[in-house]
């Protein structure tokens, strides 16, 4: 089969040499650069419990695709001394779905399994002028952003080192678990969230903090890195709504995008098929954008008895 170019997206903030500090130096995970002549990618060594571990390449690796390829790159990790133990190799290839790349994943002894980060999402374009983004919204969200300014909600980002010193991360932080225990939903610990809002480097972090008066209604944390802006976190105060301010939020964030010169901003998660997204969906997909489908997350067996141990305990639990 023919090498894979032509569905390539870019470099994702998950293989930043900030990302790869941040999961080093605050969640302890050891990290490994695999370097091969066609493909690269940061791996990250990912720790099962007793001593096991697999190899996790995050939206990754890089470069040119092909069965050549992806056999050195898996011979690689496999002879690296940090990772040799791994008993399998998970990877993400950061491309376009395609069939043809689906079947060469297959054919190098790849298998598709439940996604890691999020397979469907909605990217928009923010070469477009700024008529052109707000004429491709739905008209209600053009409305709720106007609405949101006239009933005095004001929107202010936060660098990196400012969202921790000046107080931004903590109005964020409670907003946050206030919304995820509303919806019941997961979440990492605190210091997670901390560590992302103070990312700093080749990628980077900005959190936005709506405010109406001087109480803080709505929030989020964009990522920065290569081009792109990623929506990874947002939370809201409930009994605010009528205000709007997560939909002037967001649209500040995108212009904050489109004037420091990045040229695309991902939504991080978007799906029609997935019922408990809906609501999500129905409003990042209200401020246009094209809908983008992954290649998904794909896994290389290195020992067989340990893998089928693992994915079984996996569906136990």
Same mark, same amino acid.
């Given at each position: 089969?023919? &090498?894979?170019?032509?569905?390539?997206?870019?470099?994702? $903030?998950?293989? *930043?040499?900030a990302w790869a500090e941040f999961q080093t130096e605050l969640l302890g995970k050891k990290t490994v650069r695999i370097d091969t002549e066609?493909?690269?990618?940061?791996?990250? #060594?990912?720790?099962?419990g007793y001593g096991n571990y697999y190899a996790y390449t995050p939206h990754g690796p890089s470069g040119n695709y092909t069965q050549a390829s992806l056999a050195a790159f898996t011979h690689a990790v496999r002879e690296n001394q940090?990772? %040799?133990?791994?008993? !399998?190799?998970r990877i993400?290839?950061? !491309? #376009? $779905? =395609?069939?043809?790349?689906s079947d060469m994943l297959k054919d190098a002894g790849f298998t598709k399994v439940n996604n890691v980060q999020p397979e469907e999402t909605i990217v928009? &374009?923010?070469l477009e002028e700024e008529d052109a983004l707000l004429k491709h919204m739905e008209?209600?969200? %053009?409305? *709720?952003?106007? @609405?949101?300014?006239?009933?005095?909600?004001?929107?202010? @980002?936060? +660098?990196? =080192?400012?969202?921790?010193?000046?107080?931004?991360? %903590?109005? $964020?932080w409670g907003m946050f678990l206030e919304t995820n225990m509303r919806h019941r939903l997961r979440f990492?610990?605190?210091?997670?969230?901390? /560590?992302?809002? @103070?990312?700093n480097g080749d990628c980077f972090s900005k959190t936005y903090i709506a405010y109406h008066g001087n109480t803080a209604v709505a929030a989020a944390v964009i990522v920065f890195f290569r081009g792109r802006a990623t929506y990874l976190y947002a939370?809201? %105060?409930?009994?605010? /709504?009528?205000?709007?301010?997560?939909?002037?939020?967001?649209?500040?964030?995108?212009? &904050?995008?489109?004037?420091? /010169?990045?040229? +695309? !901003?991902?939504?991080? /998660? @978007?799906?029609d098929t997935k019922k408990e997204w809906a609501r999500v969906t129905a409003f990042k997909k209200s401020f246009g954008g094209t809908p983008v489908r992954y290649m998904g997350s794909w896994d290389y067996v290195y020992n067989k008895p340990k893998y089928i141990a693992y994915t079984m305990l996996k569906k136990i639990l």
């Open positions: 089969m023919s &090498d894979h170019k032509n569905t390539y997206i870019a470099v994702s $903030f998950l293989q *930043s040499a066609n493909l690269s990618g940061r791996v990250i #060594r990912a720790s099962v940090e990772l %040799r133990k791994s008993f !399998f190799l993400e290839p950061f !491309f #376009r $779905f =395609s069939a043809p790349l928009l &374009d923010l008209h209600n969200t %053009r409305y *709720s952003i106007r @609405a949101a300014a006239r009933r005095g909600v004001s929107v202010t @980002a936060f +660098s990196a =080192s400012d969202a921790v010193s000046k107080n931004a991360f %903590r109005e $964020f990492y610990p605190e210091a997670y969230y901390r /560590g992302v809002c @103070a990312l939370s809201s %105060r409930s009994g605010f /709504g009528n205000l709007n301010a997560p939909t002037l939020l967001l649209w500040s964030a995108i212009l &904050d995008a489109k004037k420091m /010169g990045y040229t +695309s !901003f991902d939504f991080w /998660g @978007a799906s």
